[in-house]
Structures are given as C-alpha cells and as structure tokens.
C-alpha cells in the first residue's frame, strides 16, 4: 500500500473508547477526528488519562475503540479481525513505548531482528541501529546498555521493519534532557530520511516544538491544534 | 535460529535450576512407568519363549500309582496334543557338609528318548544316561546353594532307601522357574531340590514299575482346559488322582503370573502421581513466567507476532522440560527395569533373559510424560494467546487482598510479616492448596514406601511367631497311626510333638469350587493352632469347617452354610459339612478340621500325615542328623528357615525399592519447594526490596519467604499421612492374592520418616534459594516498573 506525499496516511472519524471498570465506566475517548499526513511529524500533548495513549493504541492495532472508525491510506481497519489487525500492525507500524520494552535477554541486534525476521521487506539490524548511532552496541544486551541507548535500540526495532506509521509513546519520559534529546534527534532523523509518518506522545510541552503540528488533548477530546511555522531541531530544545 | 528461539534458550538457560527440578518429577514419573513396562515385557517375552522352547505344558495331574497303559486313553482326550507319563516323589537329601536334612522332588526322565514335554534346560554336564541308575541331574539353584557340579555326589533317601547318586548335569526347568517346596512360600535353594533321574532306576526305587504317578499333557490350540481336566480326574481318580489342573495352577507359572500382575498394578498408579505432580508443576512455573512476561507478549504481539507464534513460543519451553525428563527418564527407566528384571531372575530361574524393550514402552511412557506436562502448561499458554497486545502492554493491576472473615478472624493477633504470609495464602488459596498437595504427595510416596517394611514385620511376626510355636514340620510319605508319633516324641531332643492331617480335597458350594486342601489339627492344637490374625489363636470346634476369610470370599460363605467337600485322596469320600467359623491369616487361604472328624469322614482310622516338633536347641544337630536317617519322611520344613528365607528374599528387593522411592519421593518435594521458593522471590522481589529499605533485617524478609512454604509443608504432614494411609490400602488390596494378604500396617514412626524426609528436602530448598535474598538488588527493585 503506497501513500503519497501530503496525502492522509491515516484517518480516524470519532472515535469513541469506553473502558468498564466494574461497575463504572470510564471515557477514555469522546469522539475524536484526526488525521495524520505522509511524513509528517505530530506531537501529541495532554495530561495524564486525556486519551493520547488510547488513541495511540488504536491507530497502532493494539487496542479497539467502541465506536468510530480507522482507515490507513484508504483502507478501514477492520477492528473485529485479530488477524487483520495483526497483518496491520507487523507490515505497517513501529512501536516505541516510554519504557523501551525490550527483550532482556536478546542483544541489541537480535531485538532488532525480532522485527526483521517477520517484515516484509526490513532493512538489516545493524543498518537499522546505525541510523540510531548505536553501531558499536550491537552484541550489547539490554542491561549493559544505558537508557538512552535501550531506547534507540527500541527505535531502531520500530523503524527496521520500514514502517509507514511511528507511534512512540513518551519516548523521552524516563530519560534525562541530553539522553532525550539523543532519542528525539534518531526519531527525527528516521521520520526525515525515511519520510515515516510519526505520531509522538509527550507530557513535556518543549518536545512540541520539533513537529509539524502539535494535538492538544484534554478529558478524551483535542481541544486544540497548532502547526508549527518552522520546526526547532531537538538540539536546541532543553528542559 | 530465530530471535524468539534465542529468547527461548536463554529463558531456559536462565531457568535452568527450575526447569529441571520440575524435568526431574517427569523424569521419575517416566522412568517409573518405562521400567514397569520393560519389566513386565522382558518377563512375558521371557516366559512365552521359555515355555515355547521348552514345550511346557498345559494340563498337570498327579496321582498314586496308574498303569501305564492309561496313558493312550488321555492322548485320546479330545484337544490332547501330546502326553507325557512319569515318576514324581519326594526325597531327603543328606548333603555333605549341611547339618540340616534337605527336601527334593525326584522326577524321571524318560528312558529312550528326549523329553516331550517340560524340556530340561542343561546349564552343566550332561542328561542322565538311562541304563546308569545312580546319575542324576540337580536343579542349577540347588546346585549352586551347595556348590555341587557334575561329578560329585549326594545321599538320597529314597524311600526309605539310602542311595548315593551321581551328579552328572544341573539343570533349569519350566516347571521350577520359581521353586518352592511343598508347603514353603518362598524359594529357599539351599533346602530344596529338584533332582532328574532315569525312570527306570526311579520306578524300581518306589515301586512303580509299569506305572506313573504324575502326568503332564499339551493340548492343541483351541482346546478347552477345564474340559480336559475333568476327563483327566475321571481317567486318574481310581488311581488315587488328586486332581488334574491347568497351567494357571501350576505352582511356579501362578507366582510369575502374578508377578507380572502386580508390575501391572504398579504400572498404572506410580507413575501417575508423579505425573499429575509434574503437571501441577509446570502449570505453575508457566502461569507465573507468562505474568513476568505479559509485556514481552504484549510487545511480540505489537510486533506483528501472531498469537500461536506467541503460544507456540512458550508451548516450546514445556515441550524442551517435558522432553528432557522424558529423555532422563527413559534413559533410567530403562536401565532400571534392567535391574529390575535381573532382580527377578534371582527369584525366577530363566535359562536366558530377553530383556530387549521395544519401542512401544518408550513411546507410550514418552506420550503420557509429555502430556502430562503439556497439560499443565496449557491455560497457561491459552493465556499468553489470550493477552490482548495493549492490555498486555499495561503492568497487572495489584492483586485485591480482601479482609475475608477468616483472614479478619485468624490475622487479629499476628504482626505484620505473619499477616502477609497468610494474607498470600488466602488470596491465592487454589495455589497455595496445590503446594501442599504436591509436599503432600511425595510424603504419601514415601509413607506407601515405607509401609512396606512395616507389613513384612507384621506378617512375618503374625505367621511364623505368634501363630506358629513348633521348630520343625514333618510330613511323612504315607500316613502313619498316631501310635507311631510317640516313637518321635522319645527321640532324643524332641520337647514336644503334635500331629496333623492333611488333605487334598475340593470345596464347593452351589456353582463355585475351589481346589483348597484341608487341614486336620488336634482340638488343642497349640504348636500350629488354628490363628486368627486379631484374634489369636482359636479353638477348633468338633465336627465343623474353620475356613479363612479368603476362602469364604471365594466361595461366598459365611458361618452356619453348608459346603460340600470333594476329598481327592485317600477313599475319595465326598460329604458335606457345616462351616462353623471363619478366620483371618495373611497367608493362603486355608480351611481346617478338628482331626478327629476329618479322619472319620475320610473313612481313615485314627492317623497322621504329618507332624509339628519343638525342639531343644542343645540337642539340636543330634536330632537333624536322627531325622535324615529316618524312612517314612517325605519333607521336613524348619521355622526358623522359613522366617530367614522370608527376610532375606524379601528385604534385600524391598529395601532397594524404598531407596528408589525415597528417592523419587525427594524429587517430588523438591520439585515441589524449590518451584515454590522460586517463584515467590520473583514474584516480590520489588516487595522484599522496599521492605529491606524500610528497615527490615534479612532474616525478616527470609521469614515472609520461607514462612509460606513453611506453612504450606506443615499442613502437607496431615496431608501426605492421609493420602500416605490411602495409597497403603490401596497398595495392600491391589497386592492381595490368594496366596497373600500384605496387612495394612502404619507405625506412627513411619508417619514421622515420611514427614522427616520430606522437611529434609523442603529445608535444603529453603537454604539454597534463601541466598537470593541476600543479593537483591535494592535499588533496582525500585526501579523497576512492575
């Protein structure tokens, strides 16, 4: 599936999320509209519980939404099929979550080539860490590296498969500033080169100042949206 | 090799210790099952080739004296293959060199050609020449108790007749694969014998010249054996015929086809036990790797990794436990059944053991092993297939302790760490009982093994000390008056001496018969009384039948029916008679008479057929070698021997099979234990951390840790005495023969080994895995996520 450039690559028509917690029901979304462009850079602000994570895990195909709709490059994703939904999430999105979730007891090339040995058409582990300028960590294992670095390895597992979509999920939230803004130069770098559409969860209002567009998320709704005039490359950020 | 496959060979790499404790309990359960199997092939493969090679027959009968040419109307028998006439008797045996006088069966040979049937298997020498009427071939075992090889001689009492014979050959046979003297209960080779001699010199010795005493017959395929039977009896019963009976009768084939019944029984319930442990094992090691790793399932998933790749993934990691238990199992087991068989072969002579398991034994114990374990794994696996990918992604929620009543109740008083520990087991109550089974388990193993040593003390102490009281037992080759028992009672030595009658006789009421000779005893027998096993002894009333417990199961009778009795010697007379008491015996299933009446109904006058002697120990070798050199004596059987030969056989086998199980038992609680410990310490590794840095000592947070399994091993006692007590019975009743009853005995010290041993093992796992706590890593508990 080819998209264009400056086409939606992704669609989501309102979205509705309702969690049941016993005998109470939460609202995780109340009718969200949003789409994403090829290659482009969104930053996703909001407090904790707003439903930027919610959101995430549906356009991602890790979660479901109660109601509403999802349609990648045209296409609606058919949320009743666990297969589909499976075939999506390994041919087309790269996930990079807050806490790295890499396997401890796979080396830094071989978390990447969890991904490589199921894609489709992956670029090899050791082109994939380079871009994240982890070329000299490749037989390292998760506990002998840094944050910083267990988070690039995560990103270099997101993108080796060549995805369309990058979702990260707080990428920086666990890391210091310098680590950060080493993990957010790699992200920018593959959404550039790679021209992946990347979607990208923050708490921290500065990291908004890298993307194309910044979503505004409060209690399951974006209650605002700004496009950036011109994007600040991370190095210039501190916080 | 795949990354997944990677992660899964470091996980079981990581997991090692744990992995094969549990791979140990499939091991046992597997080894178990594979050495029963092989056993009890390598026996039956053993035996049918035996028989087969040597033409063993199928139909045996025996009976006073019977001109030979009766022999063509039983060939006539329809079905009736092949018969063979020959001599059958008895003899004492005087060996150089052994104080005390040995018993043997003497059997002809025939005289011009091989034999037809029940084929000698020469293992030394030579078969007897025909025409030399002193050679002789002796029973290998015999032989080699004695040290006699071909060349040497014995001195034979051959009615009455001393004889010196040469011994040319030794011998097996298929009628002796288990040889036990008449009335005996156990192969004792140093005090009986078999010898084989010409029937020439051996019709000339007992007067049986154009005659035979004993016949075996083979039949065709198909042929019925109880017809033939019958119409064997009708032929023999005017030649004193004491009945005819099949090869399921036949002395030695009944010991080795119950052998291999009760290698049966054991087959099914041993290896289950473990197996059903295992089971619980793996489901709980699995349950809880999948919780440690919902999230690495909930990425693999996010990946694009399906769910029966992630299934599959940890389906694999069972599958690698249950097959290396499998595989050290099958290797063991093979090796022990092995032993196991070779041990037979000390109490079952074969000429040669095929002990070459097929592959049928290995792959059912390998298919019933693995899905053991595969079973346990398996809602742990639908679990991990289950997680959905973002629901996994998100750390568990905090498992909700509840105040339950009990836990109000009971937890008012404790502290805190006390409080945690009971607070777990109530929250996981399903876990925290299936713990305890397994603890309790591997003690009910050890108490079923241990049972063992128990029972034989009580039998052995029940027969041969508080029902018996004479030294010797003699039986005579015809009978004799009670005059001539006082000619015994003046032997220099005797204290005392009682007579007895026995008679082979077949009892019967309505449509079941049972073939149970009867004992005549003196009303006020007191060297072998009647005796009941609670009881004691009993007073035997005139003129009624005392049948055993066995017996009246049997043949369903209770006090006040009336039985018909078939006598099968002597006048043959048939009556019926009043069972006036039913008693209990460990041994056989025997049913007596006052003496008295039995001599009257037998249409004999007042005589024996035997004798009970007590002796004085000073003028013990004087009086042995007296009773050598006394014509008449047909056998002669010791007390003391019986009670040695019972000890030896029995102890040396049952206490290599309590070692074994002990063994396999501590397996079972380590496997148990060490899995528990184990998976606590993962489990609150984050717990233990915060409660160091809060300020507890290591031997605080050991005693949260270990007070679990504790608590859990203490209830296990109670436990494992109960399922220990129903494995016992179920054990004695699965054991229960005609010829044997083990008693159900439990010594509470036995209770208190089990409960030991297992503690043992509990507290070695405790020590090893206690060291964890030690090196927790404070600071990276913390921060840790889950």
């Known amino acids: ?239 | 090799m795949t990354s997944l496959d990677r992660k899964l060979l470091r996980q079981l790499w990581k997991m090692r210790f744990q992995l094969l404790a549990i791979a140990l309990v499939i091991a046992s359960g597997t080894a178990l099952l594979v050495m029963s199997l092989t056993t009890i092939e390598a026996l039956e493969e053993t035996t049918a080739a035996y028989y087969e090679r040597t033409r063993f027959a199928d139909v045996f009968a025996h009976a006073k004296r019977v001109p030979e040419y009766r022999k063509r109307e039983i060939g006539e028998i329809a079905g009736v293959r092949l018969v063979e006439t020959r001599i059958d008797e008895r003899a004492i045996l005087n060996v150089a060199g052994y104080l005390e006088p040995v018993v043997a069966r003497v059997i002809s040979l025939p005289d011009n050609g091989p034999q037809l049937l029940n084929a000698l298997v020469i293992r030394s020498g030579r078969l007897v020449d025909p025409t030399r009427g002193h050679e002789v071939v002796v029973s290998e075992p015999f032989a080699e108790a004695h040290r006699l090889k071909p060349g040497d001689s014995i001195e034979a009492i051959l009615r009455g007749r001393k004889r010196t014979l040469e011994i040319v050959g030794t011998a097996l046979s298929p009628e002796f694969v288990y040889a036990i003297a008449p009335g005996g209960l156990m192969p004792d080779d140093a005090r009986f014998g078999i010898l084989w001699m010409g029937r020439d010199a051996l019709s000339a010795a007992f007067d049986l010249k154009a005659s035979f005493n004993s016949v075996a017959v083979s039949l065709l395929p198909g042929a019925d054996v109880s017809d033939t039977v019958r119409r064997l009896d009708n032929i023999l019963a005017p030649y004193g015929g004491i009945g005819a009976y099949g090869r399921e009768d036949q002395t030695s084939n009944w010991f080795l086809e119950s052998e291999i019944a009760q290698q049966k029984n054991l087959s099914r319930v041993m290896p289950a036990i473990f197996l059903a442990v295992a089971a619980f094992l793996t489901n709980l090691v699995m349950a809880r790797l999948v919780d440690t790793e919902r999230r690495e399932i909930g990425l693999l998933k996010a990946l694009g990794y399906t769910n029966w790749t992630v299934g599959w993934h940890y389906f694999k990691l069972v599958l690698a436990i249950g097959t290396t238990g499998v595989v050290i199992g099958s290797l063991a087991g093979a090796w022990f059944g092995h032993w196991n068989t070779e041990l037979y072969t000390k109490f079952y002579r074969f000429p040669f053991l095929l002990y070459r398991p097929g592959p049928v034994a290995f792959i059912v114990s390998a298919t019933i092993s693995l899905t053991a374990a595969l079973a346990g794994s398996l809602t742990a696996s639908y679990r991990a297939v289950r997680l959905p990918p973002a629901e996994a992604m998100r750390p568990p929620s905090p498992p909700s302790y509840r105040r339950l009543f009990t836990t109000r109740f009971a937890f008012s008083g404790p502290d805190e760490p006390t409080r945690m520990i009971l607070r777990r087991i109530t929250r996981w109550p399903g876990r925290a009982l299936l713990t305890s089974f397994g603890l309790a388990m591997s003690a009910a193993v050890t108490i079923m093994a241990l049972q063992w040593v128990d029972a034989i003390d009580t039998l052995a102490e029940t027969v041969f000390e508080r029902g018996q009281h004479q030294d010797a037992t003699i039986a005579f080759d015809e009978l004799h008056p009670l005059k001539a028992v006082r000619d015994f009672e003046n032997l220099p030595g005797v204290l005392s001496v009682e007579p007895h009658r026995y008679l082979s006789a077949r009892i019967s009421r309505g449509h079941l018969t049972e073939r149970q000779g009867i004992i005549g005893v003196p009303e006020s027998a007191i060297l072998s009384p009647v005796f009941d096993v609670s009881r004691g002894r009993l007073q035997i009333p005139a003129g009624g039948l005392v049948v055993s417990r066995k017996l009246a199961e049997l043949l369903r009778i209770q006090i006040g029916d009336t039985v018909v009795v078939q006598l099968l010697e002597g006048h043959r007379a048939s009556f019926s008679v009043r069972v006036v008491q039913l008693f209990e015996t460990y041994i056989g299933k025997p049913a007596y008479m006052e003496m008295g009446a039995l001599n009257r109904l037998a249409g004999d006058g007042r005589v024996a057929s035997g004798l009970h002697i007590r002796m004085d120990a000073a003028d013990r070798s004087g009086l042995l070698a007296r009773l050598k050199g006394i014509p008449g004596i047909a056998s002669i059987q010791f007390r003391q021997a019986a009670i040695d030969t019972f000890f030896d056989t029995m102890g040396e086998t049952i206490f290599i099979f309590i070692g074994f199980f002990i063994a396999f038992s501590m397996t079972l609680s380590v496997g148990v234990a060490y899995n528990s410990i184990r998976i606590a310490i993962s489990e609150r590794a984050q717990e233990f951390a915060t409660l160091r840095i809060l300020g507890f000592t290591r031997w605080e947070i050991s005693y949260i840790l270990l007070g679990e399994v504790g608590l859990l091993t203490w209830l296990a006692i109670p436990l494992g005495a109960a399922i220990g007590l129903a494995l016992a019975w179920w054990m004695t009743s699965a054991f229960e023969t005609e010829l044997y009853r083990v008693p159900l005995v439990l010594q509470n010290s036995t209770y208190g080994k089990a409960a030991l041993i297992m503690l043992a093992s509990v507290l070695v796992c405790a020590a090893v895995t206690r060291r964890r706590l030690d090196r927790l890593d404070l600071i990276a508990a913390l921060k840790t996520r889950e």
């Open chain 1, 1 to 239: 599936m080819e998209i264009e450039d400056g086409a939606a690559a992704l669609e989501a028509r309102d979205l509705m999320k309702v969690y049941r917690m016993g005998a109470v029901e939460v609202s995780a979304l109340r009718g969200v509209d949003v789409d994403f462009y090829k290659a482009e850079l969104v930053v996703l602000l909001g407090p904790s519980g707003s439903g930027k994570s919610t959101l995430l895990n549906i356009l991602g195909g890790l979660d479901t939404p109660t109601s509403g709709q999802v349609r990648f490059g045209n296409h609606p994703l058919s949320f009743g099929s666990e297969r589909a939904l499976n075939q999506y999430r390994r041919n087309h999105v790269g996930f990079v979550f807050q806490f790295y979730n890499l396997i401890a007891s796979l080396t830094a090339r071989e978390n990447v080539a969890l991904v490589t040995e199921i894609a489709r058409d992956p670029m090899p582990p050791a082109d994939a860490l380079a871009l994240v300028g982890l070329s000299d960590r490749l037989d390292h294992f998760p506990a002998q590296l840094s944050g910083g670095e267990q988070q690039r390895v995560a990103i270099a597992r997101a993108i080796a498969k060549r995805p369309d979509l990058l979702l990260c999920d707080e990428p920086t939230g666990a890391l210091d500033s310098k680590t950060g803004i080493l993990v957010l130069e790699a992200i920018l770098r593959i959404n550039r080169e790679l021209g992946t559409t990347t979607a990208l969860i923050t708490h921290n209002a500065v990291i908004a100042e890298i993307a194309n567009r910044v979503l505004y998320f409060a209690d399951g709704r974006i209650v605002e949206t700004r496009c950036n005039a011109t994007q600040r490359a991370p190095g210039e950020l501190s916080w």
